[in-house]
């Protein structure tokens, strides 16, 4: 236990502290990229290097989403140093990353009417696998919050979300909205969102099928696209068929 100086600053002692004690400061056993069983009910998709899932807990914005990279990394520049045996590049997880903003900036404009997206990449420290914070390096947990706002309310199964400081910036303040702003959805409803994006994304082919197929989707989904499949085998079915029709005539 170390005995804190006057004037110091708490934080940066237990760094000094706990990285004297760490085997490799990126050896680290984070709890948010612990097996993550329990979020299957709100993972959208998962990529070859990002886990793309919705915020559940209460919060003042509606389907807002998280991008986590796959293996955990507390710093982008140091990704290729922190998994050397994945031979993650920055370049890959970074195409991943920008290619989920965009995918949902497509998709929430038609479903949700979205007007504007707060985007945050964060790189906090984390707790362990104990659930004790951590303050070595490599316990920042890099990642990325797409935040939508809508300048209008959302209306959604029979209820109406309101972004009620739309245009204005993110707060950290727990305070900055009352309770009654706050979003409250019940796993239910989260389970039903995802079903309805999902859908959404497979119906408009937003998405890699494989991508989706990762995440536990429902009977509707998987439903969904294996009518695409036979949609696209009927469509090129017919095709063959018009061009044999060609040929033939062509050769009478
Ligand atoms: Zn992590």
């Not at 490799?24 to 612990?34: E, F, G, P, R």
Request: aromatic share 10%.
């Amino acid at each position: 236990m170390c005995a804190l100086a006057i004037g110091s600053n708490p934080t940066k002692v237990l760094i000094e502290e706990q990285s004297k004690t760490a085997g490799s400061k990126y050896t680290v056993n984070c709890l948010s990229c612990a097996p993550r069983k329990k979020d299957e009910h709100r993972t959208l998709f998962i990529t070859e290097y990002c886990r793309v899932v919705f915020r559940e807990d209460v919060q003042p914005f509606f389907a807002r989403i998280v991008i986590f990279p796959e293996e955990h990394f507390s710093h982008l520049l140091t990704a290729e140093e922190e998994n050397p045996t994945r031979k993650i590049t920055i370049q890959k997880v970074l195409n991943d990353i920008y290619d989920c903003r965009y995918i949902f900036k497509i998709a929430y404009k038609t479903l949700f009417s979205l007007s504007r997206v707060n985007w945050v990449e964060a790189g906090n420290l984390n707790k362990d696998e104990n659930g004790l914070q951590n303050y070595q390096e490599g316990y920042h947990h890099s990642h990325y919050h797409f935040v939508p706002r809508f300048a209008n309310p959302v209306n959604w199964r029979g209820q109406q979300f309101v972004d009620s400081k739309f245009a204005e910036g993110l707060s950290i303040n727990s305070n900055h909205y009352t309770d009654e702003e706050k979003v409250k959805l019940s796993k239910e409803q989260i389970i039903q969102l995802k079903e309805d994006v999902q859908l959404h994304l497979v119906k408009n082919q937003l998405v890699s099928w494989e991508w989706i197929a990762r995440s536990m989707p429902s009977k509707a989904v998987i439903e969904a696209h294996e009518a695409i499949i036979k949609q696209k085998a009927d469509a090129a079915k017919s095709k063959a068929t018009a061009a044999n029709s060609v040929a033939t005539a062509s050769s009478l």
